[in-house]
């Protein structure tokens, strides 16, 4: 969803996240070893969401609202669809704008600056950015679950379908809801209720949003 707004995907180039092996920016092992690379490299994930801008796919899904109840789950740590004006936006991976407790999961607040080792939460505790890491819960996936086993149609866009749970999540859907999948790169491929468009966000969208216009 936010490629096309300048924010590279997760395994990008030769599986690498922003130059980085995932396993040591984006694990609690990781942070334990060497937390101040981890804090810099969120630091400046955080510092780039202030140079791009919600594209006409975050938007595309806002304007959906008119005319559908829409719910997205993202898997990606940006603001780009709250941005856009989505109103349902379960972030299942964290936010980049949010810091919590390193100590205690449950306390999470707004942060907008770059967070150091210096930074305590008001118990005392050092803090640390509100994403999941490889090896932990994902808390929000119980109500992502529900919302796919709700929906009357499902999008799936830009994923390589590697992340569990949320790779799983399409199987919650009903068997009969129409399924449409965007992504350039199709890590599934077309069946009777899967509708593959293997397109970019930004071109794939609208071909997917005339056809639930027909169904
Ligand atoms: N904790 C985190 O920060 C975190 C964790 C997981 C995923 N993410 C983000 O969630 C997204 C999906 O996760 P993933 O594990 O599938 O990432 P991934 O990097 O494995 O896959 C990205 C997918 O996006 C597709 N893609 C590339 N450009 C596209 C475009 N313009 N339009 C539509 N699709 C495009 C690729 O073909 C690929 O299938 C990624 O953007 C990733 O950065 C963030």
Not at 83 to 102: D, P
Not at 112 to 120: E, Y
């Amino acid at each position: 969803m936010s490629a096309e707004s300048g924010i590279k995907t997760f395994r990008d180039a030769d599986g690498l996240w922003e130059g980085h092996d995932v396993m040591e920016v984006a694990t609690p092992e990781g942070f334990a070893r060497n937390p101040e690379l981890v804090l810099d490299f969120y630091n400046q994930r955080r510092r780039q969401l202030f140079e791009v801008e919600p594209n006409a796919a975050h938007k595309a899904l806002a304007a959906l609202e008119d005319h559908f109840d829409v719910s997205i789950i993202t898997q990606n740590v940006d603001d780009l669809h709250e941005r856009a004006g989505s109103s349902n936006i379960i972030h299942l991976h964290g936010e980049l704008l949010k810091a919590r407790s390193s100590y205690n999961d449950t306390d999470i607040f707004d942060w907008k600056n770059d967070i150091t080792l210096k930074d305590r939460c008001k118990k005392g505790h050092q803090i640390r950015p509100h994403i999941v890491w490889f090896g932990e819960a994902v808390p929000m996936i119980e109500p992502a679950a529900l919302l796919c086993e709700k929906a009357d149609i499902l999008m799936i866009i830009g994923t390589s379908m590697q992340v569990y749970p949320a790779a799983g999540l399409m199987h919650f859907a009903k068997p009969e809801t129409p399924i449409y999948y965007i992504d350039p790169k199709p890590a599934i491929t077309h069946s009777k209720h899967v509708t593959v468009i293997a397109e970019n966000a930004t071109t794939g969208l609208p071909k997917a949003i005339e056809l639930i216009q027909t169904i």
